[in-house]
């Protein structure tokens, strides 16, 4: 059974950094994009970051310089570091794979998300 296991969430100050992970049970996990999304109340789940083995990543406009995701495919993990975090990126941040695509109804397996939040 595939899972996907988030940590590192919690209540930050705006400005501050937090680093979330994903652990990934995953066979041929280098074989899989992984990546990053977050879900606001009210919005729609929409793309943080996403890394594919060999390419360079991806970020969503609102995160571009602050946030840097990285994967390392022995340890079966993905990572996103968060930088100059704002009220604005407050979210459940989720972790997902995709054999060929990511997004809401496109990737193959997400995580149970992890609660962001920024608050002074």
């Known amino acids: 059974q595939v899972q996907l296991v988030e940590s590192g969430g919690g209540l930050v100050q705006p400005g501050g950094s937090l680093r979330l992970s994903c652990a990934a049970s995953?066979?041929?996990?280098?074989?899989?994009?992984m990546g990053w999304y977050r879900q606001a109340p009210g919005k729609e789940r929409e793309l943080v970051a996403s890394i594919v083995t060999g390419r360079a990543a991806n970020y969503g406009d609102s995160v571009k310089g602050r946030f840097t995701i990285s994967r390392n495919n022995v340890a079966n993990t993905v990572s996103l570091q968060m930088n100059s975090l704002r009220p604005e990126d407050t979210a459940v941040y989720y972790c997902t794979a995709g054999r060929f695509r990511l997004g809401p109804g496109l990737s193959d397996y997400w995580g149970q998300g992890t609660q962001v939040t920024v608050s002074s």
């Open positions: 995953l066979s041929m996990f280098s074989r899989y994009a």
